[in-house]
């Protein structure tokens, strides 16, 4: 529980520093605008090409084939499957 105490009266204490400094990365020309301007780069983002996998020679998979066998045992085959 003392520790517990001591965690928030730390927490406390630097929450209020924070707050009781001047805001260093705030900008200097702050005082002449208070309007937010809109940000004009969203339209430009749909143009942006995406990077692509480029795909050299045949890209091949092996694919297991199920079918059922003399005396209903499962048969499982292989096959390569290249595209």
């Given at each position: 529980?003392?520790?517990?105490?001591?965690?928030?009266?730390?927490a406390l204490a630097l929450g209020f520093s924070a707050f009781s400094g001047a805001a260093s990365a705030?900008?200097?020309t702050s005082t002449k605008t208070t309007i937010v301007k809109p940000m004009t780069d969203v339209s430009a983002q749909r143009y942006v090409?995406?990077?692509r996998v480029i795909r050299r020679g045949?890209?091949?998979?092996v694919r297991k084939v199920v079918t059922r066998g003399p005396h209903g045992h499962r048969v499982v085959r292989t096959s390569r499957v290249c595209r």
């Open positions: 529980m003392k520790k517990i105490a001591l965690g928030v009266a730390a705030a900008p200097a090409e995406r990077r045949p890209h091949c998979t």
